[in-house]
């Protein structure tokens, strides 16, 4: 993507990733950090490149955050 100029990528997670949901299963939350962390780091890796990362994090009431 970078090599052809730019583009974007959009992750869908969740918000239990990054508050820690006391109602989501454990490995749920942690996959879910991980999930959040990765796009942090691309964004900050590739921003120069013209690549954006974005995170689609819907609550539980189905609304994106």
Do not use: C, W
Request: proline share 5%; glycine share 14%; net charge positive.
């Amino acid at each position: 993507m970078a090599r052809n100029g730019g583009g974007s990528i959009v992750n869908y997670t969740s918000v239990a990733g990054v508050n820690g949901e006391h109602l989501a299963p454990l490995p749920y939350t942690a996959a879910r950090a991980g999930v959040h962390m990765v796009s942090k780091v691309f964004a900050i890796d590739y921003a120069g490149q013209g690549v954006r990362v974005a995170e689609e994090r819907p609550d539980r009431s189905g609304r994106a955050v």
